[in-house]
């Protein structure tokens, strides 16, 4: 199986900062990985596709980069609502796996 | 729009098996995409189960071995998890989603316990 490693587990910023979340795959996925907000008490709510796509409806501050087996969730101007777990997930093999998440804190 | 609503038991005792099923609204479970089940462990982590595609294939996790089956009822559009042999491991919050290229739309999840 793939593995997904978000190396860090908490992270903390400050509204109107810029904060960004990483994720490596123990193989190359090529831009087959998406990514996760999860806030407290909900489900899973996807942001970026294919490494670089936004999910419909989700702001323009969370951009996504990558590719092979590097990747990066950016957040530019934090926000308050901000605050949620983000997870990685990669679609290129069965079975999909994910990351095990970064909790961002807003100070 | 498209929802999903996962309902199940709550509480499975040690060795039984687990029924759930996903009721899905906006969108035919026979028109496209793969309809998954995805669990969230207590401590966050999450696993792919596996999926009925909207033709009716199955793909299963390896790291579930003969223990899961998902099948469909079209004419209600719902699908439905089946875990054999449970354990107190099967303790987790479980998801249906929709997946395409990726999971696009995911139920409010139903927590499962598995406790005597």
């Known amino acids: 199986d793939i593995v997904m490693t978000q190396s860090q587990k908490f992270m903390s910023t400050s509204v109107g900062d810029r904060v960004s979340i990483t994720c490596k795959a123990s193989?190359?996925?090529?831009?087959?990985v998406a990514w996760y907000q999860q806030k407290p008490g909900q489900s899973p709510k996807a942001l970026i596709y294919l490494a670089s796509n936004r999910h419909t409806g989700v702001p323009d501050r969370f951009t996504g980069s990558g590719s092979g087996t590097d990747f990066t969730l950016t957040i530019n101007n934090v926000q308050s609502e901000d605050l949620a777990d983000y997870f990685c997930?990669?679609?290129?093999?069965?079975?999909?796996?994910f990351g095990g998440g970064t909790k961002l804190e807003i100070k | 729009d498209v929802q999903l609503q996962e309902s199940g038991p709550g509480l499975v005792k040690p060795s039984q098996s687990l029924s759930l099923t996903c009721s899905v609204t906006?969108?035919?479970?026979?028109?496209?995409?793969?309809w998954n089940w995805i669990r969230q462990f207590p401590g966050n982590k999450l696993e792919w189960m596996g999926y009925i595609s909207y033709d009716g294939r199955n793909n299963y996790n390896p790291s579930l071995k003969n223990r899961i089956s998902i099948t469909r009822d079209t004419s209600k559009n719902q699908f439905f998890l089946k875990l054999n042999s449970v354990t107190t491991e099967d303790t987790a919050t479980y998801y249906c989603g929709r997946n395409g290229n990726y999971f696009d739309y995911w139920g409010q999840g139903t927590t499962l316990t598995v406790s005597s």
């Open positions: 997930l990669q679609h290129w093999i069965y079975p999909l796996t």
């Open positions: 906006g969108y035919s479970i026979t028109s496209g995409y793969y």
């Open positions: 193989q190359n996925v090529r831009t087959a």
